[in-house]
């Protein structure tokens, strides 16, 4: 697959902060070679700005030459259509 982001919004903050913690979760437990690394990061209203600043962050890359690039997944509230 082509290298890219995914944008996911829901409601609220813990409703992002669980739903972060479980891709993470499941990514660990699924991980094989044939997949990239994730970024994953939330964003919402109440979190400090120097957090809000990781969407910016690039994805990551490959883990090996040649390999799947990562993918940035941005889990947020529609914060992301307003100030981003």
């Given at each position: 697959?082509?290298?890219g982001d995914v944008l996911v919004f829901l409601t609220g903050e813990?409703?992002?902060e669980t739903t972060c913690q479980r891709?993470?979760?499941e990514v660990a437990a699924n991980m094989t070679e044939e997949v990239g690394d994730i970024?994953?990061?939330p964003l919402y209203s109440?979190?400090?700005p120097y957090k809000q600043q990781h969407i910016f962050k690039p994805a990551?890359?490959?883990r090996k030459p040649g390999g799947p690039?990562?993918?940035k997944i941005v889990v947020s509230t529609n914060i992301a259509?307003?100030?981003v």
């Open positions: 697959e082509e290298p813990m409703e992002i891709i993470r979760d970024l994953v990061v109440s979190l400090p990551p890359g490959p690039p990562g993918r259509e307003t100030s």
